[in-house]
């Protein structure tokens, strides 16, 4: 009976958009690649393996959050990468060079990355200078100033305390994981739960309607894009913290990988939608997918050509929806 | 029925794959795990070459892998710790650079894995504070490549010359560059006190970078006497910029790894020289020394592995033997 299970699915459909704010497309994506990898390698499916996808997947996945608070508010950042090198330098200076504690150390790191996006939140707000110009430039500005500060080399040597939040393992679990899915969890709330969430979106939506109900929205980007520079930071915490060192070179081409998770798991490019759960399952459908070619010994250029070609088909079923929801 | 017979045969292939992927995983001797930066590279791949050629040879199961470009420092990680998964009994890395594949390097250790540093981009310092014990490192001498570059270099000039000399330094913060800057850059002191170091700037391992310090440095020096660079892929961008800057002929310009490209260059008479490294040797030297390790055998924690100046006399006449090493 063709009538009743399209119905049921427009149901599925719209309880996950509504309930779970995630396309049901995308993580259908994600368990079909699951299993097929799963069939494809006798290593994939293991504890370990798992932990490797989440652990691999932790520092963009973080980027990939600040990507879609940002895209959803019909913004940019496409500093996100710089930063996060920049902030782990910062850090690892911090804790070495002056012998600062853990708490401070960290403190920094995430402050370095708060600083460029408020830079940022600044000239795109005050001096209307467009978000992709803006970003762009702090991308080359915070890498150059990250190979000032470590002088072009790796700072080795962080405090023990600080070395466990990339390192430790509580309960056979990676600290990284475990930071990455709290602040995973609770930028989702912020994001689908909470009034500044919903101000984000209204924003990315239509501007001038945002304005008209009372809104300040360009306070409110500005703390976006410090929000947005904070998580760089926080990512650039977590690399630093696993090799136990501040690499001028981390992150690199980091920004475009975060978008593109963030598409794959439903944000729209021009803002008004997004979800952070949905940004996850994006950000772990091509974890999924680079760990199973790896266990494969599939060489990544073809990876790179599997990401590129699931972002275009993830984009085009998201239009196919915008497009059958707007048929009156 | 059509997308049934599709799911079918689809079924059908990878239960297929995986049979054949079991049974080339005979582990007999267990499988040794191959880690490059890229094989765009041709250094690299050569290095691959070597290192399948000789487990090849030997009989030996491996794996290889690479990532998409020298600097993706991450994604190396990453797929260093899929490649434990796999659970090999040696672990061969090309690490991008000194610190990146610390975590996964200390896993493999606490497995009892044996780890080879290929080519030396491991800090033995920064490994003493991690505890993280290898079995060996094997490589060119790095500050020795750098030191013959300046002996050839002054060779060309004369150790009573005057002028400038640029040098183009490899990847920030990467050991092997480092060594090779500091080799010539010290060697060219003592042999050739007048001619002075005018810029040491990092291109990156990457041919448009070198060719655009080479061409701003040559604006600034238009009298530039030599360039050196810490790899080929850089000094063959140098050399584009000379003579795009007719100065053809006018700059020796030495690189370091003797690939394909560079010895393609310097038989055209564009590159006047390269430090070669013999990474096919490399290559092949370490899965022999790794597999006499495994089996007991005592190994030196520190194999050297010699350098040849390549320039058009010596390639012309064929007759040094290890040229049949230089891929």
Redesign the interface.
């Known amino acids: 009976m063709p009538m009743t299970d399209e119905r049921l699915w427009t149901r599925v459909q719209s309880f996950s958009i509504d309930q779970l704010h995630i396309r049901i497309e995308s993580l259908i994506v994600l368990i079909l690649l699951g299993a097929l990898m799963a069939f494809l390698s006798p290593f994939f499916l293991s504890v370990s393996n798992f932990m490797n996808i989440l652990l691999a997947t932790s520092t963009i996945g973080v980027l990939a959050i600040a990507a879609t608070f940002v895209l959803s508010s019909g913004g940019l950042d496409l500093s996100l990468g710089s930063v996060l090198g920049l902030s782990g330098v910062v850090g690892a200076a911090v804790a070495v060079k002056l012998n600062a504690p853990m708490p401070i150390a960290v403190a920094a790191t995430i402050g370095a990355g708060a600083a460029a996006g408020l830079v940022n939140g600044l000239i795109i707000t005050r001096a209307f200078v467009p978000a992709f110009i803006v970003t762009l430039g702090m991308l080359g500005v915070a890498r150059g100033l990250a190979l000032v500060i470590s002088d072009g080399r790796v700072i080795y040597g962080l405090p023990d305390a600080m070395v466990y939040l990339g390192q430790g393992r509580p309960l056979g679990i990676p600290m990284p994981v475990i930071i990455f899915v709290v602040t995973a969890v609770a930028m989702h709330v912020l994001l689908a739960y909470t009034r500044y969430g919903r101000h984000t979106l209204a924003i990315g939506d239509s501007e001038n309607a945002a304005r008209t109900s009372g809104i300040n929205v360009d306070r409110h980007r500005l703390s976006l894009y410090v929000l947005s520079g904070a998580l760089a930071g926080l990512g650039g915490l977590l690399f630093a913290t696993r090799i136990n060192s501040g690499d001028p070179t981390a992150g690199i081409t980091y920004e475009l990988t975060a978008i593109t998770a963030a598409i794959i798991g439903g944000t729209n490019l021009f803002g008004g939608r997004g979800s952070i759960l949905g940004t996850m399952i994006g950000a772990l459908i091509m974890g999924v997918l680079q760990n199973g070619l790896n266990l494969l010994a599939v060489q990544s250029y073809y990876q790179q050509m599997a990401i590129g070609a699931v972002l275009v088909f993830a984009v085009f079923i998201d239009q196919w929806h915008v497009r059958k929801e707007s048929r009156v | 029925m059509t997308i049934s017979t599709k799911m079918t045969t689809v079924g059908a292939a990878?239960?297929a794959?995986?049979l054949a992927?079991?049974a080339a995983n005979a582990q007999d001797e267990g499988e040794y795990g191959i880690l490059m930066k890229t094989?765009a590279n041709p250094f690299w791949g050569a290095m691959g070459e070597g290192v399948e050629d000789g487990a090849e040879e030997a009989g030996l199961d491996y794996?290889?892998?690479?990532?998409?470009s020298d600097?993706?420092?991450?994604?190396q990680?990453?797929?260093c710790?899929?490649?434990l998964?796999?659970e090999p009994v040696a672990m061969i890395t090309a690490a991008i650079?000194?610190?990146?594949l610390?975590?996964c390097l200390s896993q493999a250790e606490e497995a009892g894995i044996a780890i080879v540093d290929l080519d030396g981009n491991l800090d033995p310092e920064?490994l003493a504070?991690?505890n993280i014990d290898i079995t060996f490192s094997i490589g060119s001498d790095n500050v020795q490549a750098g030191a013959q570059g300046a002996e050839y270099m002054v060779e060309q000039l004369g150790s009573d010359a005057t002028g400038s000399i640029l040098v183009i330094e490899g990847?920030?913060?990467n050991v092997t560059g480092e060594q090779r800057a500091q080799g010539f850059a010290d060697r060219l002191g003592e042999l050739a006190p007048g001619l002075e170091i005018v810029a040491s700037l990092?291109g990156d391992w990457d041919r448009g970078k070198a060719a655009n310090i080479t061409n701003d440095i040559l604006t600034r020096n238009p009298n530039l006497l030599g360039i050196f660079a810490a790899n080929d892929g850089m000094a063959l961008g140098a050399v584009e910029s000379v003579f795009g800057a007719n100065k053809g002929g006018d700059v020796v310009v030495i690189g370091v790894d003797g690939n394909s490209d560079a010895v393609q260059s310097i038989q055209d008479g564009r590159l006047t020289a390269s430090v070669a490294q013999l990474p096919y040797l490399v290559g092949k030297l370490a899965v022999e020394n790794v597999q006499a390790s495994i089996a007991g055998e005592d190994v030196p924690d520190r194999i050297t592995v010699p350098t040849l100046v390549l320039t058009q006399e010596v390639l012309e006449a064929g007759e040094e033997p290890m040229l049949e090493f230089v891929k």
């Open positions: 990878a239960i794959a995986v992927a079991g094989l794996f290889i892998q690479a990532v998409e600097q993706a420092a991450e994604n990680l990453n797929v710790n899929t490649m998964q796999r650079n000194s610190t990146n610390l975590p920064i504070a991690e990847l920030a913060g990092p």
